[in-house]
């Protein structure tokens, strides 16, 4: 069974940075690429950007590229995204997504992580 | 970038009867192998979206066949037949024919 188990929530400061990570299981990590999606508070989804987990290569939405950075660990079958110089703007549910390099399905969801930024 | 515009349902649909949402986007999402790279996604309350259909009309695994997408380059539908009360929620286009990805802005499905 494909698994994307996010980690926990996040209360942060403003102008603080915020690390969350996917881990995945139930496939081969290198064979997928791993999404980023934001969804703020009664608001609709927004692609962040994405991972090629085989050789890092990213790909970002404009507007993230200089808010997002998709990192991956091949030992721990782990994709992470940190955030920077956060702002209430930034406070959303986070998720991540795989899908097919072909087909770009989003088959598999994570849980979400809420992030709250706040002081 | 491609801008994907969803409509409004008149809702509530009364369970049992059909619903059909539609979609549509600013520049064709037909890429040159020919297939149509719309996805359609299913997101419940409090839950993470669900994958539907890809390809516009490829139902995901263990989706209803209650659930059809339809569509051409631009234009796309996606019919519920004999709605449930399972079926309410939010439903989002996606395109994934080039980057960035870009969602619809959603449609809201109540049932009576």
């Given amino acids: 069974e494909v698994l994307l188990q996010q980690s926990g929530a996040e209360l942060v400061r403003p102008g603080s940075s915020v690390k969350i990570s996917c881990k995945a299981s139930g496939y081969t990590f290198t064979d997928y690429y791993m999404h980023w999606v934001k969804q703020r508070p009664e608001q609709g989804l927004v692609w962040i950007g994405r991972i090629n987990p085989a050789n890092g290569n990213t790909v970002y939405a404009e507007k993230f590229k200089s808010k997002a950075t998709l990192t991956a660990d091949k030992s721990s079958n782990t994709a992470y995204m940190q955030l920077s110089s956060l702002t209430s703007e930034d406070t959303a549910t986070y998720f991540c997504t795989r899908s097919g390099r072909d087909s770009y399905a989003h088959k598999n969801w994570g849980q979400g992580v809420m992030v709250t930024v706040s002081s | ?112």
């Fill in chain 2, 1 to 112: 970038d491609i801008v994907m515009t969803q409509g409004v349902l008149p809702n509530p649909v009364p369970s049992g009867e059909s619903a059909s949402i539609t979609c549509r986007s600013s520049k064709s999402l037909v890429y040159k192998d020919g297939k149509t790279y719309l996805n359609w996604f299913l997101q419940r309350p409090g839950q993470s979206p669900q994958l539907l259909t890809y390809w516009m009309s490829t139902r995901a695994s263990g989706v209803s066949d209650r659930f059809s997408g339809s569509g051409s380059g631009t234009y796309f539908t996606l019919k519920i037949s004999r709605v449930r009360a399972e079926d309410a929620g939010v439903y989002y286009c996606q395109q994934v024919r080039e980057y960035p990805l870009t969602f619809g802005s959603g449609t809201k499905l109540e049932i009576k």
